[in-house]
């Protein structure tokens, strides 16, 4: 029994001491201490299922993280007006929260400056006052912004998700919904110990990204990696400003979270605190899920252009387009060449002064040279209330775009 437990406290000093872990890291920890992949799972069932870490697939992989003590219990509202789903969301958060549940928006701000929930779960249809309204308000409201809204809908998620995000929304959830994503999130949102929370910067980042090209230059040719960009998302953000090029961001971070869900879980994707994401995975699983992307994106186009002022849908959009007054956002995949990665590998490393047994850990700008693309425009710092954007060049300098 005692043995068990000093496995068991092992596993969680690991993942405390790096804040976010994946199963995979885990699983060659273990394996080269001698632990089976069977006992590392028991281990980690019997972990979550006594609350002291939440786990979550995260670019295909799961990512374990450390949760802080209960106390005090968080409280969640839940405003839904069908009873039945009200009560399945209860249901699906388990034990453990303090619960409150609301059937008509119009009820739902003054119950939440009075009571100060912790997390919000909002439907969009609602009688009297609908979800995006609330939302508008919670985070326009600075005695209340803290609260974390979920937005859990069966309204067309085209647009809606967009501006849910806009309002400030931390996550849209599309019904029916997984009654484990959505126990998974609000586990992450109130519980996760150390940085907050934030499905973002908590893609998998410069280590896991790391461990992943490693990983892809083992694999055959039908394993593929390489980096989605946001084209002229910088031109963007100069002409709307950074909040509005932030949102965009965050709009092309769940799309593609919930693509890889929906189509292929195999996929690796990663944040490269810029205007892109690393994108690996088997050839045809990596061009399924970026060609749903895209056309994801594509059809919210209409919708951001709308909120910023035009009338898309009124207008000839490539018309507005070739006036060169709304810079043209679109997403390009470019696979990376297994042979270019190595030798720029090989020249990383010999910079560094290291073998290839002692890779470790990429810094941002090492991967940005690794998929050839060093000079990136956009840079994102994490900071303890989220992330700050900036655009310019990182060898010319760095100034912060100015609103218009």
């Known amino acids: 029994m005692s043995g068990m437990r000093d496995f068991n406290d092992e596993i969680l000093s690991l993942i405390n001491e790096r804040q976010q872990i994946t199963y995979n890291e885990l699983s060659d920890i273990m394996l080269n201490k001698g632990i089976l992949k069977e006992e590392l799972d028991i281990a980690l069932s019997y972990l979550e299922g006594v609350r002291l870490i939440a786990s979550r697939k995260r670019g295909g992989i799961p990512t374990y993280y450390k949760l802080q003590d209960d106390n005090p219990i968080k409280k969640v509202l839940i405003v839904e007006d069908d009873k039945s789903i009200n009560k399945l969301m209860a249901i699906s958060l388990g034990e453990g929260y303090d619960i409150s549940q609301l059937y008509d928006g119009g009820e739902a701000i003054g119950f939440i400056r009075k009571n100060r929930p912790n997390l919000v779960i909002l439907d969009l249809m609602l009688p009297n006052k609908d979800g995006l309204d609330i939302c508008q308000t919670i985070k326009g409201d600075s005695n209340i912004d803290d609260t974390v809204v979920i937005i859990v809908s069966a309204m067309d998620p085209t647009s809606n998700r967009f501006r849910g995000i806009k309002y400030g929304a931390d996550y849209y959830i599309k019904k029916p919904f997984d009654p484990a994503e959505l126990r998974s999130l609000v586990t992450l949102f109130l519980k996760k110990k150390g940085r907050k929370f934030d499905p ?20 055959g040719e039908r394993y593929i990696i390489g980096t989605l960009k946001i084209e002229n998302f910088s031109a963007y953000a ?81 018309s507005l387009f070739e006036s060169k ?52 425009d956009i840079t994102i710092t994490r900071t303890a209330s989220g992330i700050k954007l900036k655009v310019g060049k990182i060898t010319g300098g760095e100034y912060e775009p100015k609103e218009t």
């Open 200 to 219: 973002l910067i908590d893609l998998p980042d410069e280590a896991r990204i790391s461990a992943e090209i490693e990983h892809s230059l083992k694999e």
């Open 238 to 318: 100069i002409r709307f400003g950074s909040k509005s090029a932030t949102v965009i961001l965050r709009l092309i971070s769940q799309l593609l979270q919930d693509t890889i869900k929906s189509r292929s879980p195999k996929v690796f994707a990663g944040f490269l605190n810029s205007n892109g994401f690393v994108i690996a995975g088997p050839k045809d699983d990596v061009e399924s899920v970026v060609d749903e992307l895209k056309k994801e994106f594509v059809a919210v186009l209409p919708f951001i252009l709308q909120d910023e002022g035009y009338k898309p849908l009124e207008l000839n959009i490539e």
């Open 325 to 376: 007054e709304v810079p043209k956002l679109s997403l390009v995949f470019t696979e990376t060449e297994k042979e270019e990665l190595i030798q720029r590998r090989r020249e990383i490393l010999e910079d560094k002064g290291k073998d290839s047994n002692e890779v470790g850990a990429y810094t941002y700008e090492e991967l940005q040279r690794l998929f050839g693309n060093q000079n990136f």
